[in-house]
């Protein structure tokens, strides 16, 4: 005869509360429930998180394929833009006013930085002083977990795997001077740690973050085929070769080769 366990045991098995909770990134990795808070800004409101802006550079959220759940991380998160393109899970915990039911969760992306202001307290308006893990989400993801009348509510929030449709996506800029490509739809950990590009008539050429995921160098690579070698976050590398054909333009954007799981 099995005997029965205890309600609230039995609650914290089923909702994962309090026992770390591991969730799979792409690499085998591996990370657990931390507490933080957050906070949401209105989509009337003109703000990088709605506007298409964003530390990250990644323009248009929709075109670029990150919709509306997305977030701007506190300095202690973001990385100097290391972070971008990351997902997290969060849950509005510990507030029985304004967390909603259940405590259901939602995914959201990294695609902006939320800056300190240390000239307000950390529970009136300095809610990205560093060293706070804070996450500044959009409208939309935050009535996800909580009640539009609130203000800052704590949360759990770990790093999990990003599910993105088709493979990466390289849009290039630049000049005769210089090359710059923006990465996004980056699946797995999300995140690009480094990046090198490759000319027909050159060999690997290290690129170095400009700002949030746009990567530059000084090259001329203007009439041929490019290939990018891509390290994620996790340090997994894909080469992506003939990304873009020779005649090539700028602002035109390509799709290449993914991360697998």
């Given at each position: 005869m099995v005997t029965s366990l205890p309600l609230f045991l039995l609650l914290l098995l089923l909702c994962g509360v309090g026992f770390g909770g591991g969730v799979r990134l792409g690499n085998g990795g591996y990370e657990d429930w931390r507490l933080g808070t957050a906070t949401y800004v209105k989509e009337s409101q003109a703000h990088p998180l709605n506007d298409g802006g964003g530390a990250c550079g990644y323009g248009d959220l929709d075109i670029f394929r990150y919709g509306r759940y997305t977030a701007g991380l506190s300095a202690a998160l973001f990385g100097r833009g290391s972070a971008c393109g990351g997902c997290y899970e969060l849950r509005c915990v510990n507030d029985i006013r304004w967390c909603l039911r259940a405590s259901p969760t939602v995914v959201v992306t990294a695609t902006d930085f939320c800056p300190a202001n240390m000239g307000l307290a950390d529970e009136a308006g300095g809610w990205c002083n560093f060293p706070r893990e804070h996450l500044e989400l959009?409208?939309?993801?935050?009535?996800?977990?909580?009640?539009?009348?609130?203000?800052?509510?704590?949360?759990?929030?770990?790093?999990?795997?990003?599910?993105?449709?088709?493979?990466?996506?390289?849009?290039?800029?630049?000049?005769?001077?210089?090359?710059?490509?923006?990465?996004?739809?980056?699946?797995?950990?999300?995140?690009?740690?480094?990046?090198?590009?490759?000319?027909?008539?050159?060999?690997?050429?290290?690129?170095?973050?400009?700002?949030?995921?746009?990567?530059?160098?000084?090259?001329?690579?203007?009439?041929?085929?490019?290939?990018?070698?891509?390290?994620?976050?996790?340090?997994?590398?894909?080469?992506?070769?003939?990304?873009?054909?020779?005649?090539?333009?700028?602002?035109?954007?390509?799709?290449?080769?993914?991360?697998?799981?």
């Open positions: 959009s409208e939309a993801a935050f009535l996800r977990v909580a009640k539009a009348k609130a203000n800052i509510v704590p949360v759990q929030f770990r790093r999990v795997s990003c599910d993105r449709a088709g493979g990466m996506r390289f849009t290039i800029t630049g000049s005769a001077h210089f090359l710059q490509v923006l990465i996004t739809n980056v699946a797995a950990d999300g995140e690009v740690a480094a990046v090198k590009v490759k000319g027909s008539r050159t060999g690997w050429i290290p690129m170095g973050r400009n700002w949030g995921q746009n990567w530059q160098c000084d090259a001329d690579l203007r009439g041929q085929p490019l290939s990018f070698e891509v390290t994620g976050g996790r340090g997994r590398t894909v080469t992506a070769y003939s990304v873009a054909p020779a005649d090539w333009m700028f602002a035109q954007t390509f799709e290449g080769k993914q991360f697998a799981e």
